[in-house]
């Protein structure tokens, strides 16, 4: 499974950003997906997960409220709408595909990786 995350670009403080992830292999409908984040001299952080289904979804309490994941199998893309960015947000962020259908916020789940697009909040 190939992933490509794009989307990501410079913004000001309190303004949106709709990251989207396609990823290449037409069983991407059966795992769950995530988005991480990983800021300079940071480690790699949850942001956001939902299941094959669309179903359960779960985000980092530092997002709550302001992302929105979401997913179209018939595209094989996932989304992450960002909105009311924050300068704290900036950070390159990372699609990821789970072993499994099931959310889940812990980063060993996922064995297949984007390559990352960078967004930057300006304050």
């Known amino acids: 499974v190939q992933l490509q995350a794009y989307g990501g670009g410079l913004v000001q403080a309190g303004g949106s950003l709709r990251l989207s992830c396609a990823a290449s292999?037409?069983?991407?409908?059966?795992?769950?997906m995530g988005w991480f984040r990983q800021a300079p001299g940071k480690e790699r952080e949850f942001v956001a997960t939902?299941?094959?289904?669309?179903?359960?979804?779960y985000y980092a309490d530092s997002v709550m409220g302001r992302f929105t994941i979401s997913r179209d199998n018939a595209l094989n893309t996932v989304y992450l709408q960002m909105d009311s960015l924050r300068p704290e947000d900036t950070a390159v962020y990372y699609c990821?595909?789970?072993?499994?259908?099931?959310?889940?916020?812990?980063?060993?789940?996922?064995?297949?990786w984007g390559q990352g697009t960078q967004v930057t909040v300006s304050s």
């Open positions: 939902i299941a094959w289904n669309g179903g359960r979804r």
């Open positions: 990821a595909a789970a072993r499994g259908a099931a959310s889940s916020t812990a980063t060993k789940y996922y064995n297949y």
């Open positions: 292999h037409r069983t991407f409908g059966n795992n769950a």
